[in-house]
């Protein structure tokens, strides 16, 4: 599930902070996809961190 939510959120069709415009990741993956996300460079939106 957790594979599945990463994919959803790095295709822009969920995200992990609230009041966004997606539906969010359920609270029981949030975490683990949100690990994910960081390894990966992106933020809770799917989007890539740019260091400034």
């Known amino acids: 599930m ?3 939510y990463l994919a959803l ?3 822009h069709r969920r995200q992990i902070p609230a009041g966004g415009p997606l539906a969010q990741v359920p ?3 949030s975490v683990a996809v949100m690990a ?3 390894a990966l460079g992106l933020d ?3 989007n890539l961190i740019v260091a400034e």
């Open 44 to 46: 809770g939106y799917g």
């Open 2 to 4: 957790v594979d599945m």
């Open 27 to 29: 609270a029981m993956y």
């Open 36 to 38: 994910d996300l960081t």
């Open 9 to 11: 959120v790095m295709n």
